[in-house]
């Protein structure tokens, strides 16, 4: 059994910054990649950003990967109402008999105006 565990969601006024974490435990011989994706309140959930090593800006948001630790970081800046949501991490997991898709439980992040 994997799991993906969340930390750094919050309340934020528009234009500040958050920065989430997802680590990974559990039993499994490697990650492929990791993401973040994120719903807010009445939308589908879409992608933000995946990444397999290092880190990639996307615009106001930089995701970073720890390989040692197992662990992915979004970082958001300059924050917009816009970018409410409940942002989920995910990870393509590998054991010794197939490749499991993970989700982590969600994290809120609320900008206000």
């Known amino acids: 059994q994997v799991q993906l565990v969340e930390s750094g969601g919050g309340l934020v006024q528009a234009g500040g910054s958050l920065r989430l974490s997802c680590a990974a435990s559990?039993?499994?011989?490697?990650?492929?990649?990791m993401g973040w994706y994120r719903q807010a309140p009445g939308k589908q959930r879409e992608l933000v950003a995946r990444i397999v090593s290092g880190s990639s800006v996307k615009g106001r948001f930089t995701i970073s990967r720890d390989n040692a630790k197992n662990t992915v970081y979004l970082q958001m800046n300059s924050l917009k109402p816009e970018d409410t949501a409940v942002y989920y991490c995910?990870?393509?997991?590998?054991?010794?008999?197939?490749?499991?898709?993970?989700w982590g439980q969600g994290t809120q992040v609320t900008v206000s105006s």
């Open positions: 559990g039993r499994f011989l490697k990650i492929n990649n």
């Open positions: 995910n990870a393509l997991v590998v054991t010794t008999t197939q490749v499991y898709d993970y």
